[in-house]
């Protein structure tokens, strides 16, 4: 049984840092494509950034682009989001995500693409 873990959300001001980690469990991370997706009060699951399972290929949602980075460390079985510069509208529930079933060279921005899920960490910057 896969289960992913997130951990580093938090309460910060607007311009700080937050370092998000998503552990896996049950399962290497290996060989998997992993991604980070969020989800604010009645808006829908949207997502942020994605990593390849060779870690090749990253792309980022257009508002996080040049703030967020996606890593991944196989060893530790974990992937990490680093946010620096925080704004208000990154205020959300950040979930983890990954999948076995992808491509080689291939990092999928739908929801319905991944077969497991964390159970989400808060996030929320004030102004």
């Known amino acids: 049984q896969v289960q992913l873990v997130e951990s580093g959300g938090g309460l910060v001001q607007a311009g700080d840092s937050l370092r998000l980690s998503c552990a896996a469990s049950?399962?290497?991370?290996?060989?998997?494509?992993g991604a980070w997706f969020r989800q604010a009060p009645g808006n829908e699951r949207e997502f942020v950034a994605g990593?390849?399972?060779?870690?090749?290929?990253?792309p980022y949602a257009v508002s996080v682009k040049g703030r967020f980075t996606i890593s991944r460390d196989d060893a530790k079985n974990t992937v990490t989001l680093q946010m620096n510069s925080l704004k208000p509208e990154d205020t959300a529930v950040y979930y983890c995500?990954?999948?076995?079933?992808?491509?080689?060279?291939?990092?999928?921005?739908?929801?319905?693409?991944?077969?497991?899920w964390g159970q989400g960490t808060q996030v929320t910057v004030s102004s």
């Open positions: 049950g399962r290497t991370f290996s060989g998997a494509a």
């Open positions: 995500a990954a999948t076995w079933n992808s491509g080689i060279d291939t990092v999928t921005r739908e929801t319905a693409g991944y077969d497991y």
């Open positions: 990593i390849s399972w060779r870690g090749n290929i990253a």
